[in-house]
């Protein structure tokens, strides 16, 4: 989180404001480079009204399936 709530974060993306809503949008938009589909922020904006915090949801999206498949598609480049 604090990558994206950096001064460069903040000057790229907006800053993180206190609302689920916008704020898991922006870890959307940050972490996948992509906008939140509608079941998928529902779910973690439900998540977070059940207490979960915002770092978790970071913590969740950073260890997704989406995101290790970028890992692993990085990993398997060949430049040859």
Not at 15 to 29: C, K, R, S, T, V
Not at 32 to 39: H, L, N, Q, V
């Amino acid at each position: 989180l604090r990558m994206i709530d950096s001064e460069e974060g903040r000057s790229l993306h907006g800053a993180f404001n206190g609302d689920a809503a916008h704020d898991i949008e922006m870890l959307y938009e940050c972490i996948f480079s992509r906008p939140g589909e509608a079941a998928g922020s529902a779910f973690w904006l439900a998540a977070m009204d059940d207490g979960l915090t915002l770092g978790k949801v970071a913590d969740f999206f950073v260890h997704s399936t989406e995101m290790v498949g970028h890992n692993v598609a990085a990993l398997n480049w060949s430049f040859s």
